[in-house]
T-cell receptor, first 112, second 110 residues
Framework: GAVVSQHPSRVICKSGTSVKIECRSL??????MFWYRQFPKQSLMLMAT?????????EQGVEKDKFLINHASLTLSTLTVTSAHPEDSSFYIC????????FGPGTRLLVL | RKEVEQDPGPFNVPEGATVAFNCTYS??????FFWYRQDCRKEPKLLMS???SGNEDGRFTAQLNRASQYISLLIRDSKLSDSATYLC???????????FGGGTRLMVKP
């Protein structure tokens, strides 16, 4: 079946630094990938749609300059959290798929 | 009103019990419906798609009522390993953007 990977699985950083998270589709090409965020005891919230070869589409309330998305190839999308602050600490998950969406294992970000 | 609403639970049931979860969605244009399972601190995993005619996969039965914008999941003969959060998921449009319900937590006890 479809497999989506994410790297890193866990990251701890200091406030003000930038963190890059990678999402890869391992056995299929994905022109579109999705980035979600999940805070403790809450459900997943869509942050943005990553489009291969064009600009990402951001959900209302998500700052595009804060969360930079690059989808340079059909198997890789990256999310960079710029100038991270403690309130950005969350579980970031990507998904991809044709029809049915498969989720990466997630990246747990802790900003100190 | 949330786009997808679920009772958060928790539902505490003994092994072998039958348990049902319900979900309502607000966007009548939604085309695809799913139940995902999420274990603690893990990513969601697809449990099953939901079809208008209703569908069954082993101990799991899903039903959709488009007129009432209502989705259900029935789990028979609950196992300890069924303990998880069950997410009702609806696609937002004809594409693959998904909207998640808040999840219903199930705890199956010996």
């Amino acid at each position: 079946g479809a497999v989506v990977s994410q790297h890193p699985s866990r990251v701890i950083c200091k406030s003000g630094t930038s963190v890059k998270i990678e999402c890869r589709s391992l056995d299929f090409q994905a022109t579109t990938m999705f980035w979600y965020r999940q805070f403790p005891k809450q459900s997943l919230m869509l942050m943005a749609t990553s489009n291969e070869g064009s600009k990402a589409t951001y959900e209302q309330g998500v700052e595009k300059d804060k969360f930079l998305i690059n989808h340079a190839s059909l198997t890789l999308s990256t999310l960079t959290v710029t100038s991270a602050h403690p309130e950005d600490s969350s579980f970031y998950i990507c998904s991809a798929g044709r029809g049915t969406q498969y989720f990466g294992p997630g990246t747990r970000l802790l900003v100190l | 009103r949330k786009e997808v609403e679920q009772d958060p639970g928790p539902f505490n049931v003994p092994e072998g019990a039958t348990v049902a979860f319900n979900c309502t969605y607000s966007n009548s244009a939604s085309q695809s419906f799913f139940w995902y399972r999420q274990d603690c601190r893990k990513e969601p995993k697809l449990l099953m798609s939901v079809y208008s005619s209703g569908n069954e996969d082993g101990r799991f039965t899903a039903q959709l009522n488009r007129a009432s914008q209502y989705i259900s999941l029935l789990i028979r003969d609950s196992k300890l390993s069924d303990s998880a959060t069950y997410l009702c998921v609806v696609n937002r449009n004809a594409g693959n953007m998904l909207t998640f319900g808040g999840g219903t937590r199930l705890m199956v006890k010996p």
